[in-house]
């Protein structure tokens, strides 16, 4: 079982950037792939991006792509999500999940393929 806390959330202007960290507990953080949701008010939660546990395969979105990029360190437990060109509809929850990897370069991108959830950090994006 792995613990998911995001932090990194905040108020930024249009075209900013801000990077979300996900830390996870417990030794087996190198066998889960990981993924970044969001949930913005009144939408279902939306995949954004996602990384096989060697993080040799990345998945993003087509609404991120170009200007998100998910990345890890097994060594430090932790995934990221960098989040450049931010516009006001980036603006949500976003929420780190995992799932153990069926393979190394397995990667999931729906939301139900993930049992283990952060508590999510607030992104807020003004014009």
């Known amino acids: 079982q792995v613990q998911l806390a995001e932090s990194g959330g905040g108020l930024v202007q249009a075209g900013g950037s801000l990077r979300l960290s996900c830390a996870a507990s417990?030794?087996?953080?190198?066998?889960?792939?990981m993924g970044w949701f969001r949930q913005a008010p009144g939408q279902e939660r939306e995949f954004v991006a996602a990384?096989?546990?060697?993080?040799?395969?990345?998945y993003y979105a087509n609404s991120v792509k170009g200007r998100f990029a998910i990345f890890r360190d097994n060594a430090k437990n932790t995934a990221w999500l960098q989040m450049n060109s931010l516009k006001p509809e980036d603006t949500a929850v976003y929420y780190c999940?995992?799932?153990?990897?069926?393979?190394?370069?397995?990667?999931?991108?729906?939301?139900?393929?993930?049992?283990?959830w952060g508590q999510g950090t607030q992104v807020t994006v003004s014009s």
């Open positions: 999940a995992a799932a153990v990897g069926a393979s190394p370069g397995t990667y999931y991108s729906e939301s139900y393929e993930y049992p283990y």
């Open positions: 417990g030794r087996t953080f190198s066998s889960y792939a």
């Open positions: 990384i096989s546990w060697t993080g040799s395969s990345r």
